[in-house]
């Protein structure tokens, strides 16, 4: 069964990267209130993804 969590990282990544490369207001360093949203659920995802990745001591 595939990864859930990694699948929605995975698909957070992509709805962040069509819309950063369609907005005119958007850049790398600063985003439209759209792009941010869509840019912080990936970071979301990400940190929750990496943190399970890592070994727990």
């Known amino acids: 069964m595939p990864d859930e ?3 929605r990282y995975m698909e957070a990544a992509a709805a ?3 819309h ?3 907005c005119s207001d958007c850049t790398p360093v600063e985003r439209c209130e759209s792009g941010e949203g869509l840019f912080k659920a ?6 929750a ?3 399970r ?3 727990r001591k």
């Open 5 to 7: 969590l990694y699948q």
């Open 49 to 51: 993804y990496n943190a």
């Open 20 to 22: 950063a490369s369609s």
């Open 53 to 55: 990745l890592k070994p």
């Open 42 to 47: 990936f970071a979301r995802f990400q940190d």
């Open 16 to 18: 962040h990267r069509v």
